[in-house]
T-cell receptor, first 112, second 117 residues
Framework: GNSVTQMEGPVTLSEEAFLTINCTYT??????LFWYVQYPGEGLQLLLK?????DKGSNKGFEATYRKETTSFHLEKGSVQVSDSAVYFC???????????FGKGITLSVRP | GAGVSQSPSNKVTEKGKDVELRCDPI?????LYWYRQRLGQGLEFLIY????????KSGLPSDRFSAERTGESVSTLTIQRTQQEDSAVYLC???????????????FGSGTQLSVL
């Protein structure tokens, strides 16, 4: 079946540090890949997405590249801010009428 | 409405009681999902409705859990004979899913915090 594996957390960084959050997936066919974010006290919202191999999704300084050869979709940001503190979820959708499968999520805390 | 609406926002119940959670998706959205988020855990898929197709119930943890959807509107998630391990935030999400596009984003509600005492 389809699955998403995220690195274990939590992650604590200082402001302006470089961020990488690993995500790998298992899926049949060619899934679409997503990163969702949940800020404290808020609902989940889409951060970025990529729909085919070598696509790069980007938003708010975050980037993730769809790597089919390594079945990965790692999230990166060059310089994190305190406001980036949140829970980040990697997700995939394998087909048009299939469910969105999430990873376990990882908590990021950025200290000033 | 402007977004996905869930009610109640908080529900405290006694072990053994039945509860019903409601989700109003964004108007026109054909796809509707229920997820569960236990404290400190990730998102656990429960059930997925897509138009008139048979729902994907593969995530329901036991036969105490059931969900219905009226057409392409309101959905209710029912938990019978609640147990303490049912305590969690229950999230509803909807998407337009027009043209069968698999890259469409989900819009999430704020969730219902269920506490079983």
């Amino acid at each position: 079946g389809n699955s998403v594996t995220q690195m274990e957390g939590p992650v604590t960084l200082s402001e302006e540090a470089f961020l990488t959050i690993n995500c790998t997936y298992t899926a049949t066919g060619y899934p679409s890949l997503f990163w969702y974010v949940q800020y404290p006290g808020e609902g989940l919202q889409l951060l970025l997405k990529a729909t085919k191999a070598d696509d790069k999704g980007s938003n708010k300084g975050f980037e993730a590249t769809y790597r089919k050869e390594t079945t990965s979709f790692h999230l990166e940001k060059g310089s994190v801010q305190v406001s980036d503190s949140a829970v980040y979820f990697c997700a995939l959708r394998a087909g048009a009428n299939s469910k969105l499968t999430f990873g376990k999520g990882i908590t990021l805390s950025v200290r000033p | 409405g402007a977004g996905v609406s869930q009610s109640p926002s908080n529900k405290v119940t006694e072990k053994g009681k039945d509860v019903e959670l409601r989700c109003d998706p964004i108007s026109g959205h054909t796809a509707l999902y229920w997820y569960r988020q236990r404290l400190g855990q990730g998102l656990e898929f429960l059930i997925y409705f897509q138009g008139n197709s048979a729902p994907d119930k593969s995530g329901l943890p036991s036969d105490r859990f059931s969900a219905e959807r009226t057409g392409e509107s309101v959905s209710t998630l029912t938990i019978q004979r609640t147990q303490q391990e049912d305590s969690a935030v229950y999230l509803c999400a909807s998407s337009l899913n027009s043209g069968g596009q698999k890259n469409e984003k989900l819009f999430f509600g704020s969730g219902t915090q269920l506490s079983v005492l």
